[in-house]
C-alpha cells in the first residue's frame, strides 16, 4: 500500500514538472515588427515544413506497418533431387567361393534412397514474380540433367543476406507408398516422418525439423516403384475449396481470411449489402450454394465456409528405385520442380527498420530539442512583452504611468482580498452591463477565468 502511495506521489510530481514545461514553439504575432530580417518568416516556414514532413513521415510509417502485417508471400522454387544407391545386390558379388557347401546368392540385397531439396536462387528461379494458384501440382520427373556440378553451382549462389529455407521447413510430414500391384507380395517397408513441434520463432531448431536432405535404408534386390507424399507445412495455412466457394473467389485454393475477405469483397462489388443493416447482405445464387440461405451475416460467415475448405492434397512424387546393373553403371537422379510460399524479403527487412532502437533514440533526442526551441520561444515572448512595455512607456509616459498605477494597486487590492466586483472599480457602469463579442464578458480574460472556475476539481471538505 505504502508503495503504491509513493508511486503515485511520483507520478503526480512527474506530471507537475510536465506541466510547469512551455510546449509552445510559435513564435508570438508583432515580433516580426520588433526585429531586422525575416528571421521570423523563416522561422515559421519551417515550422510548416515540419508539420508537412512529420505527417507524411508518420503516414509511410503506417503503411509499412500495414505491409508488415498484410504477411505477404512469393513463390518460389523447390528443386529436389530423388536418388537411390544399391548394396550387396547379386550382381555386385564378385566370385563364389567353390570351396563352399552354399552355392547360393542370397544375401542381404538393399537399397538406400536419398531425397535431397534446394531453394533455387532468385535469378534462376523462372516463376519468382507468378502470384498463381496452379502452383500445387509437381512438375514431372522429365527435367532431368546429369548429377554433379548443378547442385554445387547452385550452392555458391546462395546469396549470404537472405533467410535461407531448408526441405524441412516447407514440409511438416512425410510418408512413401509402395507400388503393391505386383502379383508378388512386399513385406511392409513404410517409411514416415512428422515434424516435432516447435516454438513459432524458435532459433535454434532440433535435427529432426532441420535438414536439407533424408534418406532410409530398405531390403530388396528388384526394382520398386514408390510415390513419396509431402504435405506442405504453411502459416497460414491454405485450403482446397470447393467449386461453389471457388466459384465465388475465382481462386481454387485460399486461406481463411482471403476467403472471408474475398466473399465481403464479392458482396459490396454486386450491390448486396443492406441497406440498414449493413452486417446481413442478399445472397445470389452463387451465395446461395455456398451459405444455404437467402440472407447472410458477417459474423456467421467463418463458420459458413468450413465445409468447403479442405485440406491441401499433399505433393505426390512418383519415383522408381532401381537395382539393376544397367542404371548404376551411369545413374542419374529424379528432379522435380515444387512451387512453395516464402516471406518476402522485403518484410523482413521493413520489420527490422520499424524495430530499429535508433528510432526511439532519435525520437527522445528531437523530444529535447523541442524543449529547448519552446524554451527559446518562451524566452521570446518574455522580451516581446518587455519591448511592448518599454515602447508604450516611451511614446507617452504619463498615461502610460498612471495606467500601469492603477493595475498595481488594483492587483494588490485583489491580493489583500480588499476589492469590490470588478477590482475596486465601479461595476454598475454600462460597460458590465453590455454584452456581445466586444463587452468584458466577452474579452479574453474573463473567458480564461471561467474555463479555469469550470476546469477545477470540486473539492470535498
Known amino acids: 500500500m505504502q508503495a503504491q502511495q509513493a508511486a503515485q506521489l511520483q507520478a503526480s510530481d512527474r506530471a507537475k514538472i510536465r506541466s510547469r514545461k512551455p510546449t509552445d514553439k510559435n513564435i508570438p504575432e508583432g515580433v516580426e515588427d520588433c526585429i531586422i530580417g525575416d528571421g521570423v518568416q523563416r522561422y515559421r516556414e519551417i515550422r510548416e515544413l515540419e508539420r508537412r514532413l512529420d505527417a507524411t513521415m508518420m503516414r509511410k510509417r503506417l503503411d509499412l506497418q500495414d505491409s508488415v502485417n498484410r504477411n505477404v508471400k512469393r513463390y518460389r522454387t523447390l528443386r529436389v533431387w530423388i536418388s537411390n544407391t544399391v548394396e550387396d545386390q547379386p550382381w555386385q558379388a564378385d566370385t563364389l567361393d567353390v570351396d563352399a557347401f552354399d552355392f547360393s546368392t542370397n544375401m542381404d540385397s538393399s537399397y538406400r534412397v536419398k ?226 510460399q516464402v516471406d518476402d524479403p522485403l518484410r523482413a527487412a521493413l520489420h527490422s527498420y520499424l524495430t530499429n532502437p535508433t528510432y526511439a533514440q532519435n525520437l527522445l533526442e528531437i523530444a529535447n530539442i523541442n524543449d529547448h526551441v519552446a524554451l527559446l520561444v518562451q524566452k521570446i515572448s518574455n522580451s516581446k512583452s518587455k519591448h511592448t512595455f518599454f515602447d508604450a512607456l516611451s511614446k507617452n509616459p504619463t498615461e502610460f504611468i498612471a495606467r500601469w498605477l492603477s493595475s498595481q494597486k488594483r492587483d494588490l487590492e485583489i491580493i489583500a482580498g480588499e476589492a469590490s466586483r470588478g477590482g475596486g472599480e465601479d461595476a454598475s457602469g454600462d460597460e458590465w452591463r453590455r454584452g456581445g463579442q466586444h463587452g468584458i464578458w466577452g474579452s479574453d480574460n474573463v473567458r480564461e477565468s471561467v474555463n479555469m472556475l469550470v476546469g477545477q476539481k470540486s473539492r470535498i471538505p
Not at 285 to 306: F, T
Not at 328 to 335: A, D, M, Q
Open 115 to 340: 531425397i535431397e531439396g534446394r531453394l533455387l536462387d532468385e535469378e534462376d528461379d523462372g516463376n519468382e514474380s507468378e502470384d498463381s494458384e496452379g502452383e500445387e501440382e509437381a512438375t514431372n520427373g522429365d527435367a532431368m540433367d546429369e548429377d554433379g556440378k548443378e547442385k554445387k553451382e547452385k550452392e555458391k549462389k546462395t546469396p549470404v543476406t537472405e533467410k535461407r529455407y531448408k526441405l524441412s521447413h516447407f514440409f511438416k510430414s512425410m510418408n512413401v507408398e509402395y507400388d503393391r500391384n505386383k502379383g508378388k507380395e512386399i513385406p511392409d517397408q513404410s517409411v514416415e516422418w512428422k515434424k516435432p513441434a516447435v516454438a513459432p520463432n524458435a532459433t535454434n531448431l532440433p535435427n529432426a525439423a532441420d535438414f536439407d536432405q533424408l534418406e532410409f535404408k530398405r531390403g530388396g534386390d528388384e526394382n520398386m516403384n514408390i510415390t513419396i507424399n509431402l504435405v506442405r507445412d504453411e502459416t497460414p495455412e491454405r485450403f482446397q475449396l470447393s467449386p461453389a466457394l471457388a466459384a465465388v473467389l475465382d481462386t481454387p485454393v485460399a486461406t481463411r481470411a482471403e476467403a472471408v475477405m474475398g466473399i465481403w469483397e464479392y458482396v459490396k462489388a454486386m450491390g448486396l449489402q443492406d441497406d440498414d443493416e449493413k452486417r446481413f447482405f442478399d445472397c445470389d445464387d452463387r451465395l446461395r450454394a455456398v451459405i444455404q440461405r437467402e440472407k447472410g451475416h458477417i459474423p456467421y460467415l467463418p463458420e459458413a465456409i468450413m465445409p468447403h475448405m479442405t485440406s491441401l492434397a499433399p505433393v505426390k512424387l512418383p519415383y522408381t528405385i532401381r537395382v539393376d546393373k544397367d542404371f548404376h553403371e551411369n545413374p542419374t537422379p529424379t528432379i522435380y520442380d515444387i512451387q512453395v
